[in-house]
Each structure stands twice: as structure tokens, then as C-alpha cells.
Nanobody
Framework: QVQLVESGGGSVQPGGSLTLSCVASGFNLDESPVAWFRQAPGEVREEVSCTKSGSSTSNYAASVKGRFTISRDNAKNTLYLQMTGLKREDTAVYYC?????????????????????????WGQGTQVTVSS
């Protein structure tokens, strides 16, 4: 059974940093692309970043490029999102997500974020609040 458990959220002042973690179980992280999404109140869930398995391919939403870094530790089966230069508009619940096995070869590329419809497995989310 696939499970994703996020942690590391919290409250931070504008300009601050946080690192989110997502521990995966039920599958090997190095065999699947994985992604971070976020959802602010009243907004749609948007893809923030993805990373493809077995390669250096990753991609970021324009709003976070240059500030956020996605990485994985396959030995720990853990996905990370390092967030720096946080802005108020980064306030949201952050989710990690994984696609079903039959779409693993398609999801995540250098020039495209595929979006939530391509992902079946979700964590419970972790709240990030950026305010002074």
C-alpha cells in the first residue's frame, strides 16, 4: 500500500526558509517520479515541482523557480523540498504526490509540469505559513 507522509511545515517570516520532507512507503522512490503540490485557501491545487526517477530531470513552477529545490534521498525513501526566500504568497498546504505505475514513464519532464490529474497517491499535507 502506497503511503506518503509529509512533515516540516510551520510558520516563518518573509524571506525565511523551510525544508519539507515526504517519507514514502509501499514503493521505491527511485522507481517513480514524485512531485510537490500546494493548495492555498480557495485556490486550486497547483504543482510546485517534480523530479523524475533515474535521472536529473526536475521542473519547477515559475513562481518558485530559483527559490525552491526538490531532491530525494533514495536510501531513506524520502523526498525533500527546500524552500528559501519565502513569500506570503507561498502560504499553503503542501502535498507530496506520486503517479500510478502505468504513467511513471510519462510524468515530469524538463519542460512541463503535468498537473494533479496525473497523480493518484497523496500525502495528508503539511501547512506552511509565511507572515510577519
Amino acid at each position: 500500500q502506497v503511503q506518503l507522509v509529509e512533515s516540516g511545515g510551520g510558520s516563518v517570516q518573509p524571506g525565511g526558509s523551510l525544508t519539507l520532507s515526504c517519507v514514502a512507503s509501499g514503493f521505491n522512490l527511485d522507481e517513480s517520479p514524485v512531485a510537490w503540490f500546494r493548495q492555498a485557501p480557495g485556490e486550486v491545487r497547483e504543482e510546485v515541482s517534480c523530479t523524475k526517477s533515474g535521472s536529473s530531470t526536475s521542473n519547477y513552477a515559475a513562481s518558485v523557480k530559483g527559490r525552491f529545490t526538490i531532491s530525494r534521498d533514495n536510501a531513506k525513501n524520502t523526498l525533500y523540498l527546500q524552500m528559501t526566500g519565502l513569500k506570503r504568497e507561498d502560504t499553503a498546504v503542501y502535498y507530496c504526490a506520486a503517479p500510478p505505475q502505468y504513467t511513471r514513464d510519462l510524468v515530469c519532464s524538463d519542460d512541463r509540469l503535468y498537473g494533479r490529474s496525473w497523480y493518484d497517491y497523496w500525502g495528508q499535507g503539511t501547512q506552511v505559513t509565511v507572515s510577519s
